[in-house]
């Protein structure tokens, strides 16, 4: 199993550019979630995904769209990048029945300027 | 509000056990207690939770107060690689249940 797979790596916007977050999951996983954590910083819940075509907002939802069509992806969605979304970006997955045990990805560090 | 503190910082030795402290004197009946990792510039690792009883796995022990106002969470042989800052978390742990990731404690294991 792959996991959780985020890509890109790294990316740089400019102000007012918009772009997609990918992330996907192998392991069958009905929950998701999506981070960001800004330098020196905890993780923000920006959405989760309790399965396919549900979404509901976390704590920091403003800027960002998300989808989740299928079970194994749940794509981020920046509109109209501020330098205000500057930060690494998580996703993660977990079971139901286990759903404080979170997978989390790579990241995706991204720099609006 | 925090639900939970804990010291910004510790050093422990190679070898050794690391005990982490957590404070969440404000948990609520049905709140479990969860620990996390985070490896220099790597997405968080689940490590153990527990709700009263003292919980052990593979990697850590936990051990929760009889008020439940308090937790510590023990490597019991600190390596290099449990390097990280280790996170307490208080929740209920349903999907989306905010799992609050605070400032967290960085850990630093010296050889």
């Known amino acids: 199993n792959a996991g959780v797979t985020q890509t890109p790596k790294f990316r740089i916007l400019k102000i007012g550019q918009s772009m997609t977050l990918q992330c996907a999951q192998d392991?069958?996983?009905?929950?998701m979630y999506w981070y960001r954590q800004d330098p020196g910083m905890g993780l923000k819940l920006i959405y989760y995904?309790?399965?396919?075509?549900?979404?509901d907002k976390g704590e920091v939802p403003n800027g960002y769209n998300v989808s989740r069509s299928t079970t194994e992806d749940f794509p981020l969605r920046l509109e109209l990048a501020a330098p205000s979304q500057t930060s690494v970006y998580f996703c993660?997955?977990?079971?139901?029945?286990?759903?404080?045990?979170?997978?989390f990805g790579p990241g995706t560090r991204l720099t609006v300027t | 509000d925090a639900k939970t503190t804990q010291p910004p910082s510790m050093d422990c030795a190679e070898g050794r056990a690391a005990n982490l402290p957590c404070n969440h004197s404000?948990?609520?009946?049905?709140?479990?207690v969860y620990w996390y990792r985070q490896i220099h510039s790597q997405g968080p690792q689940y490590i153990i939770h527990?709700?009263?009883n003292n919980e052990t796995n593979e990697m850590a022990s936990l051990i929760i107060t009889e008020d439940r106002k308090s937790s510590t969470l023990i490597l019991p042989h600190a390596t290099l690689r449990d390097t990280a800052v280790y996170y307490c978390?208080?929740?209920?742990?349903?999907?989306?249940?905010?799992?609050?990731f605070g400032g967290g404690t960085r850990v630093l294991v010296k050889p």
């Open positions: 404000t948990i609520s009946g049905n709140e479990y």
């Open positions: 978390i208080v929740g209920v742990g349903a999907a989306g249940n905010k799992l609050t």
């Open positions: 993660a997955s977990s079971p139901p029945n286990r759903a404080y045990e979170q997978y």
């Open positions: 995904s309790v399965g396919a075509g549900i979404t």
């Open positions: 392991m069958n996983h009905n929950y």
């Open positions: 527990g709700l009263k």
